[in-house]
């Protein structure tokens, strides 16, 4: 399939129509598998269990494209599904997030250290570790300024939170992180 950068009206389009359903599916995963599969990623870890959160993912989005109201960018509306799946599998995962969503270190670095596939540096797998054991808000705001450099106004609609709330919790998680850094030394 030749890669195009097609519109999201032209995939919701094709996603909508009976005979082009399967192929409007496909170009979908060549635009987008690769960003869906690494939010997955970033949250829960482990490439097996990404890969598993990123299958269930992609059903719920292709069953429920027709439910998708345009209020927000295709992208926005998937990241959300894939945000949800993530986190609802690490909730059915015993004890691996504290009370405020966030993930204890050591859980973190002994998910790191047991994925064969994670193929990060010292830096990336301590930059992993210290985004897990945020507060599942800072976390998710975090994610969004820094790995998928998302503006806060998208942010804003995204979350429903103000600006001036998503500056102070990207704030406050980037303290944080610079904080667990120099507490480890690198």
Not at 52 to 81: A, C, G, P
Request: aromatic share 12%; proline share 2%; hydrophobic share 40%.
């Amino acid at each position: 399939m030749e890669k195009k950068n097609w519109t999201d009206q032209e995939l919701i389009a094709m996603m909508q129509s009976e005979d082009k359903r399967e192929h409007g599916f496909r170009c979908l995963l060549v635009m987008y598998q690769e960003r869906v599969y690494m939010v997955i990623r970033r949250i829960v870890l482990d490439h097996s269990d990404a890969d598993d959160v990123f299958q269930n993912t992609m059903v719920k989005i292709f069953n429920n494209i027709n439910r998708f109201e345009m209020k927000s960018s295709l992208y926005t509306w998937m990241y959300k599904i894939a945000t949800n799946e993530a986190i609802s599998f690490l909730r059915t995962q015993k004890k691996i997030l504290t009370n405020d969503g966030s993930m204890p270190e050591h859980i973190a670095g002994q998910i790191l250290e047991a994925d064969p596939y994670f193929d990060g540096d010292v830096v990336q797998k301590e930059l992993w570790k210290a985004v897990a054991s945020l507060p599942e808000k800072q976390r998710e705001v975090f994610r969004l300024k820094y790995f998928e450099e998302m503006k806060y106004s998208e942010m804003s609609k995204l979350l429903q939170l103000t600006e001036g709330a998503l500056k102070a919790s990207y704030f406050h998680a980037v303290k944080k992180i610079e904080d667990y850094i120099k507490k480890i030394n690198i």
